[in-house]
């Protein structure tokens, strides 16, 4: 019969036994050690090459481990040494860092013919029971949204953390407000810039938080966690065509990768559309993720076919981030919204002028229409019409509201 309290690969106790190991502890010390890319490995050499190199990798880590710490495999790639002595955060880093730089410098011999160097990164906590082990899980995340090979020490106040803990409030949130109908979509006037008149709205959801009204920004990351990013978006979508059925004005929907991805939009749509007699041509599609994310031939060709049933394309935020001009002339969309940061700071800084100065004239020639968002004054708007830009968005003409202007 098979000790589950020992790994049958390594030898060595097993998660069961680090289990119960942790239940007894009044105070323990966790490297949570994982290694780095190792899927990889498998992929390169096969399993059975990827069992030998775990191994040699446990071997080695008990040669590399903090005098007095126990071994345990967790489970596939990942290890756990436990040490119960009092260990200052110095004494913590100087023993992760060593043996982080011990798997760096060292050749792995596998086979006769076969060696390899691996990396590793570790997660490190401080504390009693198994929760230790989660904070110390929760240290590599934070690690790798940034790097690996290297450690990184369980701090509950990091921002990493106190984005974690925001997630799961707003996962439970968003749930509940399609539970309960708490979502609500809100419309923000767009100005053309010739006429002077609101023509276009776009639709922003918002979500009724305990009487607050909380923007994507604070639940999009929850949603998209939660698999609801194409709900929120029919949501948007029945509220909006039900909101401008019957009026005169246009108005942008925000869609992400998700919804493309998903490929339920011209169905869904034209549906709607049909439903509250909404011409298509009324309606601009925005593009909220980065123009280089659009190059696969299933989303161009999905594109192409909302537009050829009237709907319009819109690209949000242009000029951050690695917003690409030559894709852009490719793609061609109808219309295209500056990044704010660049309105906002078009008269102090010389950079956001030269910047908005530029994709005016790209778009000018490309016969595409621009929009500036975050117009929040008078003299803003007089440099906004100066440069030519054809349309105008932001709190000087009215902030999101429930009901049309």
């Not at 345990?72 to 100087?94: A, G, P, Q, Y």
């Amino acid at each position: 019969m098979q000790d589950i309290y020992k790994d049958s690969l390594t030898n060595l106790p097993s998660r069961f036994a680090l289990m119960e190991y942790l239940q007894g502890l009044e105070h323990a010390n966790i490297f949570l050690i994982d290694i780095d890319n190792f899927s990889n490995i498998n992929n390169a050499y096969g399993f059975k090459i990827g069992d030998l190199l775990l191994i040699e990798i446990a071997k080695l880590l008990a040669i590399a481990k903090p005098y007095g710490s126990k071994l345990f495999r967790l489970n596939s790639d990942e290890f756990v040494l436990v040490s119960t002595n009092i260990m200052s955060l110095k004494i913590l880093s100087d023993d992760a860092s060593s043996m982080v730089s011990f798997f760096d410098q060292t050749d792995i011999l596998v086979l006769d013919d076969i060696d390899m160097r691996v990396s590793i990164s570790i997660g490190v906590a401080t504390g009693k029971s198994s929760e230790t082990l989660k904070n110390a899980r929760t240290a590599i995340k934070e690690l790798r949204e940034h790097r690996r090979a290297s450690y990184k020490i369980y701090n509950p106040d990091s921002s990493f953390i106190k984005k974690q803990q925001e997630n799961i409030y707003w996962i439970h949130k968003i749930k509940e407000a399609f539970e309960k109908e708490q979502l609500i979509t809100y419309y923000q006037p767009i100005i053309n810039n010739i006429t002077k008149k609101i023509q276009k709205y776009e639709c922003l959801v918002r979500i009724n938080d305990n009487g607050v009204l909380a923007p994507p920004i604070r639940f999009i990351e929850a949603s998209r966690l939660t698999g609801t990013l194409s709900l929120l978006t029919k949501t948007v979508i029945e509220q909006s065509f039900k909101k401008f059925s019957g009026t005169e004005y246009e108005f942008s929907i925000n869609i992400t990768s998700t919804d493309l991805h998903l490929n339920y939009l011209k169905k869904f749509l034209l549906k709607i559309a049909q439903k509250y007699e909404i011409n298509p041509s009324k309606v601009s599609l925005e593009m909220l993720e980065d123009i280089n994310t659009l190059n696969t031939p299933e989303i161009l060709e999905q594109l192409n076919m909302l537009r050829n049933q009237g709907f319009k394309i819109s690209i949000d935020d242009f000029g951050s981030e690695s917003s690409n001009f030559s894709r852009l002339l490719e793609f061609s969309p109808d219309y295209l919204k500056i990044d704010g940061s660049f309105i906002k700071n078009i008269l102090i800084d010389k950079k956001s002028l030269i910047i908005v100065e530029t994709i005016v004239l790209l778009c000018k020639k490309s016969n595409i229409k621009v929009i500036a968002e975050f117009v929040h004054n008078a003299e803003v708007q007089a440099k906004v019409e100066e440069l030519g830009v054809d349309f105008s968005q932001g709190y000087y003409f009215g902030e999101p509201k429930a009901d049309l202007l």
